[in-house]
């Protein structure tokens, strides 16, 4: 029977879960058409996703109140006539394990035999906020991560933290980091990929975590647009950056011009648990003979949140540093992982080679001006994955004030140290029998402790010596190894600046 004002729906009502049972939930809980959620990308994105985390059931909560959905609809939405739109939004919950409405509820007051909240918690997926919008409706998404180990190559996800989801008087928990789409009224992507990006550094650094039009209101505060700010339809690097230093933290802009670079950069700072927000166009790429920018103007960015990397070992790359090949670590991510809000949670992007020409304003051919490009999951016009590519221009790092010594200096001293190590094995076979493989990572000084306290290379009588030291709060670690064993590790003080006495111990540790 269809619901009724007399008859209407559950708070909390459950369903096992498939594509299509999606698809109509959604086209009941937000004032969205079938044909709208069918045609949106995000849907077959989640499809492919859930498959793989094999979710079996949803939940479904109504009458959610979400604050940040609160903010930008008091905000904005309440002004609108007939108040169409409410402030109440609905989330969905997923789990891998199969329950019915009475498990739950007899599960929530400690009656139910079929399923424990213990198993609950254990098959926990995560939850997607829908926001009673006609058609960005995706809001505050925080979902499990795909596995980790892919045989020889691993996936990385530093940056996700701990989410608690209260559901019945439970409390569900789920390592993720939130995602959620533009709307084009509170948030652009960049408002999106910044949202994301505190999310991290919120719990990391302790600022508080903005709602999207707290974001673009803080970002267009003191430079604003040529346009209105709300309804907002983009931000400037510039503005971008206002908006991370009106939480406390000083934002950082290099170039994303060197693919080696940039995987080092995406290693080193993602190891520290600091997201990345990485800015530039969209090229598409369907026409092989005619590559083009997405929507024929390259001053029309895009702003993703890197949050994740996958490496592969056995792919070996090195780098040229003064005629010597150095393996580095970094060198061996073909792919990274990031939050696109044309995509979803976790997308993955995957380093090419870029075509030396593509299509820019006016129909002109035009020297594409990047090194590599990142095949995207974005759909195309004509709803097909992979034909989307992400150019890089620039990054745009959301640091801690003491992290002072840039990851330049660093670099500059690692590759010195891995070209004189490469010389001396050259004149002295017997040294290493193999090339060394380099790592470079900030990290804080718990993580660095608590790698002391465990390193059975070190005497016990080594480690108290080096627990008891004075140490900063952020460390850069440079380290290399040979045959999968650290052979030798440096300290440097990423509280200092360049020219500085940052190294901070006598001489590097050897093993």
Known sequence: MADSPDNPPPLVDVCPYSIATLRRILTDVAPVSLKTVCEKGHLGYFEEYFATLQATTIVIERSYTDRHWLEDYAAFYVRCLDGKYSS???????????????????????????????????????????????????????????????GHATRHYPVTRKYEAHLLGMTLEVESLAFQEQDSVAAACATSALWSALHGTGVLFHHPILSPIEITRHATATHPSISRDVPNRGLS????????????LSPEVVPANSAAGFRVMVRAYLSARIPIVLMGPLMDWSDPNRPRYYCDNPYSGHAITITGYRLEPSLNETLDVGGRQVGIVAL???????????????????????????????????????????????????????????????????????IRLPLEEVQRLALTLAATVERARASTPELYNSRLVWDIRLSTVTDVLAQLRSDSCLLASERIDLLQREWPRFIWCVSAEHDGKKVLECFLDATDIPGGAYVLLPRPRLF
């Open 88 to 150: 109440r939004c609905t989330r969905l919950h997923f789990f891998s394990a199969a329950f019915s409405r009475d498990d739950l509820l007899g599960c929530a007051v400690g009656s139910s035999t079929t399923v424990s909240e213990h198993e609950l918690r254990d098959t926990y997926l995560g939850y997607i906020v829908i926001k009673p919008l006609p058609e960005t409706f995706i809001g505050r998404t925080c979902l499990r991560t795909y596995a980790q180990s892919l």
């Open 237 to 248: 690097v510039l503005q971008m950056a206002d908006a991370v230093r009106r939480v406390g």
């Open 332 to 402: 061996n991510m073909p792919k990274v992982y990031v939050h696109d809000d044309q995509v979803g949670p976790f997308a993955r992007m995957q380093f090419c080679r870029p075509p030396q020409h593509v299509i820019g304003a006016g129909g002109q051919p035009t020297v594409l001006p990047a090194e590599f490009v990142l095949q995207t999951m974005s759909q195309s016009p004509s709803h097909a994955r992979g034909s989307i590519y992400f150019v890089p221009e620039s990054v745009l790092l959301p640091l801690y004030h003491k």
